[in-house]
């Protein structure tokens, strides 16, 4: 339970009226009067249950700690002075309540003693009239005095009842814990206390803390001046660490039982108070949230304006990372820091990067607030991380986004029977992809065969795996292992086949117009006509542009004169079939005739050609495997001794 009121309405003397705690205990406090701090008691209820309580400063300079003591609140006791009713403090505590999403309040008028009995029916009637369109309308008020006592058992049984409507936690979520003090204690070492805000945690155990990933050890826990052995999700507790120091402490640090994250852009609804201010479409605000504060940039997405008592959908901008989750609350205030502007919910932690506000970006955003804050499935917050990826994603790496584990997020599309997502379980890992997303990955990979055939309707062969990948930005390890899988599905569909390492539709073939055999017969004669001389790419390529050949087609017509042998290449150079033959005949009678084979001068001299065509020719025989150079002299081998016609 946390406090919340205007300042000097009492709520610290009321807790301690409640459980004989002063949470004042800083000398600032005492002088001045007011709470500056968090203040923390705990009071044991007529049931027989304890309950945690934190005090908060009511004073407008204080909204701050005022926040990070309201994060992980389950009920409010709202305290209102019944001499002063409700004041600027009172509304701004009262929007932060409704923002982080509180819907269990008491309303304690407080200093009942003060005034009679019809001024303090007027101060409930106020209160009713300030609560009658919120979620806390039905908050029971009753009066109490911190001095004389009156009414404090009476409060004492309506939060005894109030308790019993606040939900079960969730124990067996990820543990998570805010920090809020620390401090050390002779004989124990350091301490931290905080709200336990997810999950459960015992004694014994390692965790981790937060943002720089040290281990530290749950030497003891406390709960409520109480040694016990464990901590549960909606617990204030108190740990004693080993291997933590005070000075090692900084403000906004978590304690999880696992690595979480830093994040610098969220999504987020955002709904502002009544306050006479709006946002543009780019404002700089103050983010609060917990125990973190910073300045921060917010993109408004579905409004151009956001008003007074309006909601948007919002991208926002942190000016230093922070560990935060889905579904977290946060507050927003001015950049001077004295007006509360607003708050809301975030819907996504690592979202992408919105630039263009796109009809398509609005559905999607809309469908992740649905599935973040009003739906309890698991499935649907699979199905949208998948759809805002839009890509295949690994189940661990779900499991990483979402927070929840990978045998639940298996399970729960292994049940699905609208098929919407498709699971992959390869040796090395399980893959989700949307279902309409695969439909267009396969479209996409027939419809690249379809126009790499039409740019080479002289090539049998296809498009390579890793040129798929490539296109369709799947070259991470999961991409590509989903790939082979995709490829292997329109492969049995009967839509492709293999060739070589490569995959063409599976009723291609090619075909050659009379056109193209007589550009094919003219580049082959252009070849022929450098006889021992290499043929130069500048003066093909000059001659083929005017005849209107790009060069993408002549490096086509090429490759087809290599399939069907009339010309060899051989590191970027090539000859007509009609120069390569017959030489290599000529040496190979040479060389079956000299045990002992010979060099490249020997050759050039043989061949009558230049050192580089001669060059070309020995690369083009050793890699048929009919000759060798070990040294300098070039030998036949037992397959050139079998291809050597003797005239």
Not at 131 to 153: C, D, E, Q, R, Y
Not at 249 to 256: A, C, W
Not at 552 to 580: A, C, P, Q, R, W
Request: charged share 30%.
């Amino acid at each position: 339970m946390g406090t919340a009121g205007h300042v000097d309405h009492g709520k610290t003397a009321l807790i301690k009226a409640l459980t004989d705690i002063d949470c004042d205990t800083h000398k600032e406090e005492k002088e001045r009067g007011i709470t500056i701090n968090l203040g923390f008691s705990h009071l044991d209820l007529p049931s027989g249950e304890s309950i945690g309580i934190v005090d908060v400063p009511g004073h407008k300079d204080f909204i701050k700690t005022m926040v990070a003591g309201a994060f992980g609140i389950d009920i409010i006791l709202l305290v209102i002075a019944a001499d002063s009713g409700v004041m600027p403090q009172t509304i701004e505590h009262l929007n932060i309540i409704k923002m982080l999403g509180i819907k269990n309040a008491i309303v304690a008028l407080n200093k009942a003693d003060l005034v009679d009995e019809e001024t303090l029916e007027l101060a409930k009637e106020e209160v009713q009239e300030l609560l009658k369109n919120t979620g806390l309308k039905n908050a029971p008020i009753v009066g109490v005095s911190s001095i004389n006592k009156k009414g404090i058992n009476e409060l004492i049984q309506l939060i005894d009842k109030q308790i019993l409507n606040i939900p079960e936690k969730n124990k067996d979520d990820f543990f998570r814990m805010t920090i809020d003090r620390i401090f050390s204690a002779k004989g124990f070492g350091s301490i931290v206390t905080g709200s336990v805000l997810n999950g459960m945690i015992q004694s014994g155990k390692e965790v981790i803390l937060l943002p720089d990933f040290n281990k530290v050890k749950i030497r003891s826990i406390q709960r409520h001046g109480q040694s016990v052995e464990k901590a549960f999700s909606g617990d204030r507790a108190a740990l004693n660490l080993t291997g933590f120091k005070v000075d090692d402490f900084k403000r906004g640090m978590i304690l999880s039982d696992r690595k979480i994250d830093e994040t610098q852009m969220i999504d987020a609804t955002l709904s502002l108070f009544e306050n006479d201010i709006q946002l543009e479409l780019w404002t700089n605000v103050i983010f609060l949230t917990g125990t973190f504060e910073c300045l921060t940039k917010i993109h408004l997405l579905d409004k151009d304006v956001l008003n007074n008592n309006e909601t948007a959908i919002v991208q926002i901008l942190l000016e230093k990372p922070y560990i935060l989750l889905n579904k977290d609350k946060f507050i927003i205030r001015n950049t001077s820091n004295d007006i509360t502007l607003g708050g809301g919910t975030i819907i996504d932690v690592d979202p992408l990067h919105h630039k263009r506000r796109t009809p398509k970006l609005m559905k999607t955003l809309t469908e992740f607030v649905e599935a973040t804050l009003n739906s309890d499935k698991l499935f649907d917050l699979i199905k949208l991380e998948l759809k805002k990826e839009n890509k295949p994603l690994a189940v661990g790496e779900i499991s990483n986004k979402i927070k929840k584990p990978v045998d639940d997020i298996l399970k729960e599309c292994e049940n699905d029977d609208s098929n919407s997502i498709i699971i992959y379980k390869s040796s090395d890992k399980e893959i989700l992809i949307i279902n309409s997303t695969e439909v267009d990955y396969y479209n996409k990979i027939v419809e690249i065969i379809k126009q790499w055939h039409e740019k080479n309707p002289l090539l049998e062969e296809g498009v390579d795996t890793m040129a798929f990948a490539g296109k369709l930005g799947l070259n991470s390890k999961t991409g590509k292992i989903y790939l082979e899988e995709l490829i292997k599905k329109i492969n049995n569909d009967g839509i492709i086949r293999k060739i070589g390492n490569t995959w063409a539709l599976k009723d291609y073939s090619v075909t050659i117009d009379s056109k193209m055999m007589e550009q094919l017969n003219w580049l082959e004669k252009i070849i022929l006509s450098y006889e021992m001389e290499l043929p130069l790419n500048s003066e093909i390529e000059s001659q083929a542009k005017a005849k209107n050949i790009s060069k993408d087609k002549l490096k086509m017509m090429l490759k087809y004169l290599t399939k069907t042998n009339k010309l060899y290449f051989h590191e970027g150079d090539y000859l007509h079939s009609k120069i390569v033959d017959p030489c290599r005949n000529i040496l190979l009678i040479e060389l079956k005739k000299k045990e002992k084979g010979i060099n490249e001068k020997e050759l050039r001299l043989l061949l009558n050609c230049t050192k580089k065509v001669c060059q070309v020719l020995l690369g083009i025989y050793i890699n048929e495997g009919f000759v060798s150079k070990k040294t300098f002299y070039i030998h036949i081998t037992e397959k050139g001794k079998k291809k050597c016609k003797v005239k």
